[in-house]
């Protein structure tokens, strides 16, 4: 799994077995800021959740529920160094299921690179027994096995039979305050206009807000600085569109870098390798 960071103190990452669980009941060792990567990621949390980012949207989270984030969402689910979450944590490579599936839209639809993420409430029998498959699936030590396969299979029924039972009303993206909103606002501008050159100036003037006010409002609730958070969608953009074959000199013209040099240096100090060597 690649992942998309906006410092050194979030570590690069590759994951070579097609999933990848762990459980964690503690507080991150360095805050954890939005972020994207290309695997898909199942986050069951068991603690509330008070600033979650998913894509353009800013919500609360209570405890007990599913969170599914497909690949390159930029989200952040936690970020206090001074708070304890608990957790569970799949990661899953998107590539090895279309293998696995073919290229059906329906077949786990949400997983896919351009699925939505969804947030689902989980009922009290629904959390235990995906707990308990979790608890299961924990014990094979993330061993690609047959035994292992089995019991992973078992457990993607459990969270298919969860999200097919609220679709297509998708669960609602729960409760938000009115700063949060405006800050969703924010993000959901910087998504549609990736392409055209934003920047924090652009922001202020769009919304009719102080350069410094819309700064200090968005890192309030996003954790890191607007410049950061628009670098980051643009090296997520940047990986999708190399993934999906467009050369390096397309994705940096497409992306509004000037220099050839700064888009690559850009990339491989966020991604963690070249551009051209994340297109091979």
């Known amino acids: 799994m690649k992942t998309t960071k906006l410092s050194q103190e979030h570590p690069f990452i590759t994951q070579a077995s097609p999933f990848n669980l762990a459980y964690r009941n503690d507080s991150p060792k360095v805050p954890i800021g939005p972020h994207s990567h290309d695997a898909a990621e199942l986050y069951l949390t068991l603690s509330d959740l008070p600033d979650v980012i998913l894509n353009d949207r800013v919500v609360e989270v209570p405890s007990g529920t599913l969170i599914i984030v497909p690949p390159f969402c930029v989200h952040?689910?936690?970020?206090?160094?001074?708070?304890?979450?608990?957790?569970?944590?799949?990661?899953?490579?998107?590539?090895?299921?279309?293998?696995?599936?073919?290229?059906?839209?329906?077949?786990?639809?949400?997983?896919?690179?351009?699925?939505?993420?969804?947030?689902?409430?989980?009922?009290?029998?629904?959390?235990?027994?995906?707990?308990?498959?979790?608890?299961?699936q924990l014990g094979h030590r993330n061993a690609c096995t047959p035994e292992s396969l089995a019991d992973f299979f078992s457990l993607l029924t459990e969270i298919d039979g969860v999200v097919n039972s609220v679709a297509p009303r998708k669960e609602a993206l729960y409760r938000a305050s009115e700063a949060?909103?405006?800050?969703?606002?924010?993000?959901?501008?910087?998504?549609?206009?990736?392409?055209?050159?934003?920047?924090?100036?652009?922001?202020?003037?769009?919304?009719?807000?102080?350069p410094d006010y819309i700064s200090r409002l968005f890192k309030k609730h996003v954790h890191t600085s607007l410049g950061n958070y628009?670098?980051?969608?643009?090296?997520?953009?940047?990986?999708?569109?190399?993934?999906?074959?467009?050369?390096?000199?397309?994705?940096?013209?497409?992306?509004?870098?000037?220099?050839?040099?700064?888009?690559?240096?850009?990339?491989?100090?966020?991604?963690?390798?070249?551009?051209?060597?994340?297109?091979?």
């Open 180 to 210: 949060q909103r405006k800050v969703s606002e924010i993000i959901a501008y910087i998504h549609d206009n990736i392409y055209e050159g934003v920047t924090v100036s652009s922001l202020a003037d769009h919304f009719n807000f102080n």
């Open 76 to 136: 952040q689910l936690y970020h206090r160094k001074d708070a304890v979450y608990e957790r569970y944590v799949l990661n899953i490579q998107v590539k090895w299921l279309e293998d696995v599936f073919g290229n059906s839209d329906q077949t786990v639809f949400y997983l896919r690179k351009d699925a939505e993420p969804t947030l689902i409430t989980l009922k009290n029998a629904q959390e235990k027994r995906i707990m308990k498959a979790l608890d299961k």
């Open 230 to 280: 628009i670098t980051l969608l643009k090296m997520s953009t940047a990986q999708n569109l190399l993934r999906e074959g467009f050369s390096v000199r397309e994705v940096q013209e497409k992306l509004g870098y000037s220099s050839y040099a700064y888009f690559f240096k850009t990339f491989k100090k966020n991604v963690g390798v070249s551009p051209s060597q994340y297109g091979k």
